[in-house]
C-alpha cells in the first residue's frame, strides 16, 4: 500500500467518525455527548487500516448512552396540571381588584372588558343565575340557548385556573405568575356573581368557591370514558374478517334527526371557525347555497350585481365582522384601515395582507392578536384587501 493510499484511508475514516460526532453533538447537545463523540473520532483515527468493519456492537453501546434521566427540577417544570380535587395547586393568593387590573391589560382586547367577549371570541360570562349557584346545576344549560359560555359549563374550578396558568394570555402562554393566576380567576368568578367583589382567592379556599360554581353538579359520568363503566361508547365491533365493502359515515345527522333542535348553522356565529352544520330542511339549504344567492343577487339587485370592487370591499369587511376589531378612520382594537393603507402605501402588500387574515398573527401593530380567518373564501380576501390598501 503506498504512503499516499494509507493517507486517504486515514482521512476516510476520519470523516466517518467526524459525520457520527456531529450527529451525536446536534442531538444532545450535552458535554458529555461531546465527549463521546470526540472518542469516537480518535477511535477512528486510530483504527488499522484493513480492519473488519465492526458488527454494530460498538453502536448499539453508543446509543445507549444517548440522552439521561430528567432531573427533580425538570419535572416539577413539567407536571403543572391540577385536579378536580386540587392536588398539584401550588400555594397563592390574588384578589378580585388586581385580576381586573390584570384583566384590562392582558385579557379585554379579546375577551371584552367584562367577559362578553369582543365578537370574535365565545363569552366567558353570562347565563348563569343565583339559582343555578344555589342548585349547582344551570337551568339554561337544558334550554334553547344556541351558545354557551365559560362559566355555564364550568364544572370544576382548577380548570379554569389551570387553562389560565396553562394557555393565557394567547400571546404569551404562561407569563402569569402563580399569583396573577389566582387573580384573575377570581375576577372572572366576580363576573359571574359566585365571589364578591372585595375577594381574595387563595389555596386555602378554593375549595369553597368549587361548592359555589354554578354547574357544579352539571358533569356526569354516564359514559364509556369514566373508569369502571365497563361498556364503551359506540355499539360498532371490530372488523377482522368479511368486512362490509362500503363504509357508512358515522357522523353524518340521520334524516329523523333534521331540524331536532332547528337549523343549527343559523344559530351559530357567522364568522370565526367553529360553525354549526346546516340542518334546515333541504329546500331551505338550496336557497341558501353561493349559486343560489349569486343568482337571487342578479336578478333582484343589479345594482349591487355591477356594484365596484371597492364597495364589494367594503361590504364583506362588515359581513366578516373586521369592523369588530377595525374601524375605517379611527384605531379600535386593531389598527384602523386608514392605517394600514398609509403605512403599506406604495408598497407591495397584498399577499402579506392576504396570509395574515388567513392565518392570523400579531406584533405588527401591537401584542394584540390578530385572531385567523380560515372560513373566509379566497376571492372575499383578495376584494377586502384590495379595498384597505386603497383606503382614503
Known amino acids: 500500500m503506498s504512503r499516499c493510499d ?9 470523516r466517518r467518525g467526524a459525520t457520527l460526532a456531529s450527529l451525536l453533538i446536534g442531538i444532545a447537545g450535552g458535554a458529555a455527548l461531546s465527549t463521546l463523540a470526540m472518542d469516537t473520532v480518535q477511535a477512528a ?12 456492537k460498538d453502536t448499539r453501546a453508543a446509543r445507549a448512552q444517548l440522552g439521561r434521566p430528567a432531573t427533580a427540577a425538570e419535572l416539577k417544570a413539567w407536571d403543572i396540571d391540577v385536579r378536580p380535587d386540587f392536588q398539584g395547586l ?51 344549560m337544558t334550554g334553547s340557548q344556541p351558545y354557551r359560555t365559560s362559566l355555564m359549563k364550568l364544572s370544576t374550578v382548577s380548570t379554569l385556573w389551570d387553562y389560565i396558568r396553562r394557555a393565557m394570555p394567547w400571546d404569551a402562554p404562561k407569563s402569569l405568575t402563580v399569583d396573577e393566576v389566582y387573580a384573575v380567576t377570581a375576577y372572572i368568578l366576580n363576573l359571574g356573581d359566585i365571589v364578591p ?32 363503566r365497563g361498556k364503551p361508547d359506540t355499539r360498532n365491533t371490530a372488523c377482522m374478517a368479511d368486512c362490509a365493502g362500503q363504509v357508512e359515515v358515522s357522523s353524518l345527522i340521520p334524516e ?6 332547528g337549523d ?53 369587511t362588515g359581513q366578516y365582522q373586521c369592523l ?3 374601524a375605517p378612520d379611527r384605531k379600535l382594537v386593531g389598527p384602523s384601515f386608514h392605517e394600514i393603507a398609509q403605512r403599506y402605501r406604495g408598497k407591495d402588500a397584498h ?25 373566509v373564501p379566497e376571492s372575499d380576501i383578495q376584494a377586502m384587501v384590495k379595498w384597505i390598501l386603497e383606503a382614503k
Open 197 to 228: 367583589a372585595d375577594f381574595t382567592l387563595s389555596d386555602a379556599n378554593i375549595g369553597e368557591v368549587q361548592r359555589k360554581l354554578p354547574n357544579r353538579n352539571g358533569m356526569t359520568t354516564e359514559h364509556g370514558l369514566w373508569p369502571g
Open 351 to 375: 399577499g402579506a395582507l392576504a396570509q395574515k387574515i388567513r392565518s392570523g398573527g400579531q406584533g405588527a401593530w401591537g401584542p394584540v392578536p390578530m385572531p385567523p380567518q380560515p372560513q
Open 324 to 326: 369588530a376589531c377595525h
Open 90 to 140: 401550588p400555594p397563592g393568593r390574588g384578589t378580585v381588584a388586581q385580576g381586573q387590573t390584570i384583566w384590562d391589560a392582558r385579557c379585554a382586547s379579546c375577551h371584552g372588558d367584562f367577559g362578553e367577549s369582543n365578537a370574535v371570541f365565545t363569552p366567558i360570562a353570562g347565563g348563569t343565575t343565583a339559582a343555578d349557584i344555589a342548585s349547582g346545576r344551570v337551568a339554561a
Open 256 to 261: 329523523y334527526a333534521r331540524g331536532t333542535h
Open 264 to 316: 343549527l348553522a343559523a344559530q351559530q356565529r357567522g364568522f370565526g371557525p367553529v360553525r354549526g352544520v346546516a340542518t334546515g330542511s333541504p329546500e331551505d339549504e338550496a336557497k341558501d347555497t353561493p349559486q343560489a344567492k349569486a343568482g337571487a343577487a342578479t336578478v333582484a339587485d343589479p345594482v349591487t350585481a355591477a356594484a365596484p370592487a371597492q364597495a364589494i370591499g367594503a361590504k364583506l
Open 6 to 14: 494509507s493517507g486517504n484511508g486515514v482521512r476516510a475514516r476520519w
Open 45 to 56: 483515527q486510530a483504527e488499522p487500516t484493513g480492519a473488519a468493519p465492526n458488527n454494530g
